[in-house]
Nanobody
Framework: QVQLKESGGGLVQAGGSLRLSCAASGRTFSHYAVGWFRQVPGKEREFVAS??????YYAESLEGRFTMSRDIANNTAYLQMNSLKVEDTAVYYCAQAWRGAGLNSPSSYSYWGQGTQVTVSS
């Protein structure tokens, strides 16, 4: 079993930065894929970034502003978000997948955190 817990969300002004953390317990995710998604009410969960086998992938619209990293020794993944925009407001989730395929789809992931709210004000 894997438990994931996100932290680091909050309220920030447009143009600011936040760093989200995703701490894993149980089975470590050093050998598994990890992803970040976000969701706003009434919309589907949206892919943000993923890590698999040493490769990091980003949603095309976010690349350049968001950076995903991992601290394998501490079983933690991070999402550094810079130049935040009002439209980045969402609940951000981290997730773990057993396989490194289809990582831009929520259905590829087996475990999810509870999410952390990010609110960007104008």
């Amino acid at each position: 079993q894997v438990q994931l817990k996100e932290s680091g969300g909050g309220l920030v002004q447009a143009g600011g930065s936040l760093r989200l953390s995703c701490a894993a317990s149980g089975r470590t995710f050093s050998h598994y894929a990890v992803g970040w998604f976000r969701q706003v009410p009434g919309k589907e969960r949206e892919f943000v970034a993923s890590w698999s086998a040493g490769n990091t992938y980003y949603a095309e619209s976010l690349e350049g502003r968001f950076t995903m990293s991992r601290d394998i020794a501490n079983n933690t993944a991070y999402l550094q978000m810079n130049s935040l925009k009002v439209e980045d407001t969402a609940v951000y989730y981290c997730a773990q997948a057993w396989r490194g395929a289809g990582l831009n789809s929520p259905s590829s992931y087996s475990y999810w955190g509870q999410g952390t709210q990010v609110t960007v004000s104008s």
